[in-house]
């Protein structure tokens, strides 16, 4: 048969490879120097392009000559006096965004979709508004909204350097004051954040501070190193729907929402209004665009009177947005996003195959890329692949600290029994049935290539299909006896049924669940498996109800920063052990003491955060030696474009790359500059 | 006690017994061509199931939906029988092929076979392609060995009514009906599918028709306060809309209940709001016997209560019962297959029809394997046959009527 891995491997390859060199840059030494004078010449390099700009403009000739260019209904704006002319609107010093394939042309509508309120995440996918982020392929962390940074030499001071002249989406000036805005008012206010972000806390659990410099230099001082910083900063853009995930925000807007700027009657009566209880949960709400349309913001897109509760979430172009593309014209090209809400998934899939999204990955179910593929050219739109390297894109993670049923929690945290379970799957079945035949069998760790990799003997560990030694362990451990249906019991006699839940999110787990069940029952392991809506389960997770679940692997690339998968003290709590994370949060108060194997995982990811590139490699290949070998998750198949990789791009919208680098972290489209996508008009 | 007019006491009533005068006028009733023995003399002397059944046979299109509901209800006891292969097992390299037709002549003699399919990834598309290759013929035989399964739960045996030699293999694919994403065979899981949900009816109306009777009874038998509390009793589950109750109901299972349990509680559940309309068909049937001749008759001889109810009254009306349940049923049927449809009854690995349903319910089966869809077929002629059959067993319940 012919099939196409080797193309879709090469794509990954190629994502990884870049993601490599960008995080040498971008994680430890390098970034000092180097970094910063990268954004100086980005910076110089706009002048001699707003320079070419002057003959090109014809568009909507402005009344007043300007420097750069801008969008023909934005022009129409200041012609009416509504809006200052575009060089006023720019940073000093805006952000030179590249292109992926040519210089755009302004208009039109993006049509995406989304899955209503719980699908918060998409939006900041699309824009991904941060300081700081991470390059299109991942490999490294780059300027944005900041102009660039400064560490000193070991890494524990760190030096942002704001565009002056930036705005936010109401023309109100973006300052270093909107930075410690963030960490007086909000970081450090113990209501709104009752414990700091981990990003932000010292190893002797003291907070970091952050200072003002001047009015658009900031300065983040750590109790020692922190090689992970721009990593953590790259991802502060309000995510999650958490105040704990931004790093500056509108001050003047938000004061009118806190007690220490508002007067208190004045805002003890928004309270009332918006029908809350404390102004915390008012101040949550109006602190981030998704769910207040008013909030200012410095992403390419603004909200447009409506949010993720509505039915179609409308973002127009913010006039304040401070890229413009090579020739000086001010970015985005596209005049508005628009997210239809589907209550569907399938629905959605089908309004993509008919051609009524211009670019969605999100939700695009893998298992229909033939359907998509066949339809291309009566839809009007290609597919494009941007594979993940998470390493699986369907693991199957073991609750180490199951407690409801002690016989069952025994065996979860019995390697022996986990390795026959491992032994007991027949990926290549998995791989055809569910993943169309793409990627390869092996555990959940970096893609070859990676630095991170830990070596063939660690990526194949236990995935053979092997039966008999499955079986064999199985005996070994006690589980003898047989019910009437040939199932094993477990040692102490009691009928054992393994729940694995499946969280319909982005792959096809249901089926690779069904699979696995049936290959488990072939050694007489008994396991079922449930769907539950994600809201449910993520709690669930919390409250340590779970055996085992399928995710992805999705942040095999990011072990030391973030809320890798690999670290227990991970928030939102993981299935891998939310009463070891219980333990660490509480120091060992309350909780399980977590076995010495998965305190060395968190004191290799400790010392990863402050050490340099060499020493992070090492480390992060130990840590994947010691993941992979103690499976505590059980990887299926990986470097797939299962997770969000299928792209369903309009024939007419340009700038889109053939490959990028596809995770979580990256923000993935985000990290594409979707402001520089446009439309061929 | 209610005025016996205000009652539903179904289409037909005992009254017309008394109407009839001549034997003439009995003859009239149940209608022409009774065949050689039914002349006057015989319908004079026939028991009542007799001429329910004379009647019943003249109804041609129902005799024939009877005929389909006995097939469909020997497919749902002895699935196995009929399944090729075990309809939990996958194939990982035989997923989307497409129906394969079984042909019965080869070369003008009677030799039963299917033409072999290949099928390969489009490098392009992904997608599963099969061709069927003609050159490759592909005998099937009759009462095969195959995959061992049990036989009402108990008797194991291996013996399927039809198969290939050696069982469906790579090189070898026997798909009646074709195969799924997984590979698994549609055919032998419509068999499943079918046992499962005609059971789930039948069941459902069993449970029904035993507290309809109940009720119905004792509402009817005994009047005064009973009657009060169980009429109030049927009006407020009748007021509920029925869908959002089931679903409700169902989704309030807890969803680590086994696959029997599941099954058990979704039978319970459609039974229990099912019960109400026949109880009040008893009930009026009860209010109507009472006050007959022949009850009173049998109250003077001092029959007790229970030989009243259960040994005059009951039997006067099991037709009426039979044709109501049956009736019944395809509604209990399309009750589960909804609900499973929906993610809210049976969830896989059962499998039963509104399993299959839900299953195909994706654009990859609608757009590339548009036969996943053929247990909405199942289900309909299903659901007609039993329709009409409860329509001809209803029309011939009261062989007196005209």
């Known amino acids: 048969m012919n099939r196409k891995p080797s193309s879709f491997r090469t794509l990954a390859l190629v994502g990884v490879l870049t993601l490599i060199l960008a995080l040498v840059l971008a994680a430890c030494g390098a970034p000092a120097a180097p970094a910063a004078e990268e954004a100086a010449p980005a910076a110089e390099e706009a002048a001699p392009a707003a320079e070419e700009a002057a003959p090109a403009a014809e568009e909507a000739a402005p009344a007043v000559e300007t420097k750069y260019k801008e969008a023909p209904m934005l022009a129409e704006m200041v012609a009416a006096g509504e809006l200052p002319n575009v060089d006023e609107r720019l940073p000093e010093e805006p952000l030179v965004e590249e292109v992926a394939e040519s210089i755009g042309q302004y208009g039109g509508t993006l049509r995406r979709a989304f899955l209503g309120p719980s699908d918060h995440n998409n939006y900041v996918r699309v824009v991904y508004d941060a300081l700081v982020r991470f390059s299109p392929d991942g490999s490294e962390v780059i300027p944005h909204i900041a102009k660039g940074w400064e560490s000193n030499d070991d890494f524990s001071e760190w030096t942002v350097y704001l565009r002056p002249g930036a705005k936010w989406s109401d023309g109100e000036p973006l300052t270093a004051d909107d930075v410690m805005f963030w960490y007086n008012d909000i970081l450090l206010n113990e209501e709104l954040s009752p414990s700091p972000s981990g990003w932000m806390v010292n190893a002797d659990g003291s907070t970091a501070t952050v200072e003002k410099i001047d009015d658009y230099t900031v300065k983040w001082t750590f109790g020692q190193p922190n090689t992970a910083f721009l990593l953590d900063l790259a991802n502060k853009d309000g995510a999650d729907l958490s105040i704990g995930n931004l790093a500056y925000a509108p001050a003047h807007y938000l004061k009118q929402f806190h007690p220490a700027y508002a007067d208190a009657d004045a805002l003890q009566a928004l309270v009332d209004e918006a029908g809350f209880e404390t102004w915390v949960e008012l101040f949550t709400l109006k602190a981030l665009p998704q769910t207040n349309a008013d909030r200012p913001t410095t992403a390419a897109w603004v909200p447009d009177n409506s949010t993720v509760a509505d039915q179609v979430f409308v973002l127009k172009r913010n006039p304040y947005y401070v890229g413009v593309d090579t020739e000086g014209n001010q970015l985005p090209y596209i005049d508005e996003v628009r997210f239809t809400f589907f209550a569907d998934k399938e629905a959605l899939n089908l309004a993509a195959v008919s051609g009524e999204l211009d670019f969605q990955a999100r939700h695009i179910n893998m298992s229909n890329y033939p359907v998509l593929k066949e339809n291309e050219d009566k839809g009007g739109y290609h597919v494009v692949t941007w594979p993940t390297f998470g390493g699986s894109d369907a693991v199957i993670m073991f609750n180490q600290t199951y407690e409801n049923d002690p016989a069952v929690g025994e065996l979860l945290r019995n390697k022996d029994f986990r390795v026959a379970l491992s032994y007991a799957m027949d990926r290549e079945a998995i791989k055809e049935l569910a993943f169309l035949g793409l990627g390869e069998a092996r555990q959940g760790v970096p893609a070859p290539n990676h630095p991170y990799y830990p070596g063939d003997e660690y990526a194949y560990k236990y995935t053979e299909n092997d039966p008999d030694q499955a079986n064999a362990l199985l005996d070994g451990i006690g589980m003898t006896e047989r019910d009437g249906d040939g199932f094993r019991l477990m040692p102490n006699g009691e009928p054992l049924d393994i729940e694995i839940q499946v969280i319909p999110a982005f792959g096809n787990w249901t089926d690779v669940g069904q699979l696995v069940v049936e290959q488990w029952a072939d050694v007489g392991v008994k396991a079922h498996v449930e769907i539950r809506e994600r809201a449910l389960g993520f709690q669930m997770r919390d409250t340590n109800e779970l055996m085992t679940e399928i995710w992805n692997e999705d942040t095999t690339g990011f072990p030391f920063s973030g809320q890798p998968k690999m670290d227990p003290r991970s928030d939102p709590a993981l299935t891998f052990g939310p009463l070891f994370r219980k333990w660490y949060q509480t120091n060992g108060a309350e909780g399980v003491e977590p076995p010495d194997e998965i305190k060395k995982l968190v004191e290799i990811i400790d010392e990863g955060k402050v050490s340099g590139r060499d020493r992070q490699i090492e480390l992060a290949q130990e840590l994947f030696k010691i993941w992979a070998d103690n499976i505590w998750e059980i990887g299926t198949v990986g470097l797939t474009p299962m997770i969000q990789g299928v792209v369903v791009v309009n024939n007419d919208l340009y700038n889109v790359p053939d490959t990028a680098g596809n995770d979580w972290p990256l923000r993935t489209p985000g990290d594409t500059r979707p402001e520089t996508y446009y439309f061929a008009q | ?355 299959l349903l839900q299953e195909a319910q994706n654009l990859q089966s609608i757009a590339l394997a548009p036969w996943l869809l053929l247990p909405g077929v199942a289900v309909i002629i299903t659901v007609l046959a039993l329709n009409i059959l409860g329509d001809g067993l209803r029309d011939a319940a009261d062989p007196y009527s005209h």
């Open chain 2, 1 to 355: 006690m209610e005025p016996v007019t205000d009652l539903d006491v179904g289409p037909k009533d005992v009254h017309d017994l008394e109407v009839a005068e001549t034997i003439e006028d009995w003859t009239g009733a149940i209608g022409p061509g009774l065949g050689p023995v039914e002349d006057a003399e015989a319908i004079n002397v026939a028991p009542n199931w007799k001429l329910v059944w004379w009647r019943f046979r003249k109804h041609k299109l129902a005799l024939f939906s009877g005929v389909v509901v006995i097939v469909i209800a020997t497919v749902a006891i002895f699935p196995g029988f009929f399944a090729t292969m075990d309809p939990h097992g996958s194939r990982s390299t035989m997923s989307f092929v497409p129906l394969q037709r079984l042909r019965f002549f080869h070369d003008g003699t009677f030799e039963p076979f299917v033409y072999g399919v290949t099928g390969a990834r489009n490098p392009e598309t992904l997608r599963m392609e099969w061709v069927t290759d003609e050159e490759v013929i592909i005998p099937v035989s009759f009462f095969v060995e195959g995959f061992e399964y049990k036989v009402l739960g108990f008797i194991t045996t291996n013996i399927h009514l039809l198969g290939t030699a050696e069982g469906p293999t790579e090189e070898n694919p026997f798909f009646l009906l074709g195969s799924d994403r997984l590979g698994r065979d549609q055919w032998s899981r419509l068999m499943y599918g079918t046992q499962v949900s005609l059971s789930i009816g039948l069941i459902a109306v069993m449970v029904s028709v035993f507290l309809g009777v109940l009720m119905g009874g004792i509402s009817g038998y005994l009047g005064g306060v009973a009657d009060l509390i169980i009429q109030r009793l049927i009006e407020l589950l009748q007021s509920l809309p029925a869908i959002p109750i089931w679903m409700a109901l169902t989704a309030a299972l807890p969803r680590d209940w086994s696959v029997e349990k599941t099954y058990f509680a979704i039978t319970l559940i459609l039974a229990l709001i099912g019960w109400t309309t026949l109880a009040r068909e008893v009930r009026g049937r009860f209010l109507v016997l009472r006050e007959e001749d022949f009850v009173v008759a049998a109250k003077l001889s001092g029959a007790n209560q229970r030989r009243i109810i259960f040994r005059h009254m009951v039997p006067t009306f099991s037709s009426h019962i039979i044709a109501a349940a049956t009736l019944a049923v395809p509604v209990m049927i399309i009750s589960e297959t909804f609900l499973s449809f929906l993610g809210l009854g049976l969830r896989p690995p059962a499998i039963s029809w509104g399993v």
